[in-house]
């Protein structure tokens, strides 16, 4: 049983930065996986980065790769997204996902979601 709310979203000019929050309760477990999906409006829900809750491992998409940061703090039951040299097509409501199955790009592995905060980047 956890519950995830995502705070940070905002607007951003094109190359500026944001960092996102995701505030987990309820019980989590080391061997969850917790990522953040992105969905821009007409467009499917996609797999930005991911982290698992012990802070081991990241994965990141390539088209976040080098540009946006993954991290968690297990004292707050946080996860962050550090996002820098955003771009317009960055731009979507982002979502933060946790589940038992460790790190994964695929979106049905993921049993808890947050609610989302819309980040929207102008050119």
């Known amino acids: 049983q956890v519950q995830l709310v995502e705070s940070g979203g905002g607007l951003v000019q094109a190359g500026g930065s944001l960092r996102l929050s995701c505030a987990a309760s309820?019980?989590?477990?080391?061997?969850?996986?917790v990522a953040w999906f992105r969905q821009a409006p007409g467009k499917e829900r996609e797999f930005a980065a991911g982290?698992?809750?012990?802070?081991?491992?990241?994965l990141y998409a390539d088209s976040v790769k080098g540009r946006f940061t993954i991290s968690s703090d297990n004292a707050k039951n946080t996860v962050y997204l550090q996002m820098n040299s955003l771009k317009p097509e960055d731009t979507a409501v982002y979502y933060c996902?946790?589940?038992?199955?460790?790190?994964?790009?695929?979106?049905?592995?993921?049993?808890?979601w947050g609610q989302g905060t819309q980040v929207t980047v102008s050119s």
């Open positions: 309820g019980r989590t477990f080391s061997s969850y996986g």
């Open positions: 982290i698992s809750w012990s802070g081991d491992n990241t």
């Open positions: 996902a946790a589940g038992g199955s460790g790190i994964t790009s695929f979106r049905y592995a993921y049993a808890y």
